[in-house]
């Protein structure tokens, strides 16, 4: 039997589900809906203190999104840098 067809395909596979999951929002965030986080927090919709919500999740998400995108950078530099290390 021929196992590198499997292997390609398999190699293939795990890229394309790596590639798909990297512009997910971090765990860190979790997968909360922004306005129900803040109408449970006792906001009304419109008034200020709601909308200060909305905005604190936004730059806690962003936040969140630089970090990992920098460690991804940093991670990638390194192994640029570090190829004779695993």
Request: hydrophobic share 35%; net charge positive; proline share 6%.
């Amino acid at each position: 039997m021929n196992s590198k067809p499997f292997l390609a395909i398999a190699f293939a596979g795990l890229i394309l589900s790596a590639c798909s999951a990297r512009y997910q929002t971090p765990v860190a965030m979790g997968g909360d809906d922004d306005d129900a986080v803040c109408q449970s927090r006792g906001y009304a919709q419109g008034s200020p203190e709601y909308v200060a919500c909305r905005k604190d999740r936004d730059v806690q998400r962003n936040a969140a999104i630089t970090r990992s995108d920098r460690r991804q950078r940093d991670l990638g530099e390194y192994m640029l840098n570090h190829p004779d290390r695993p």
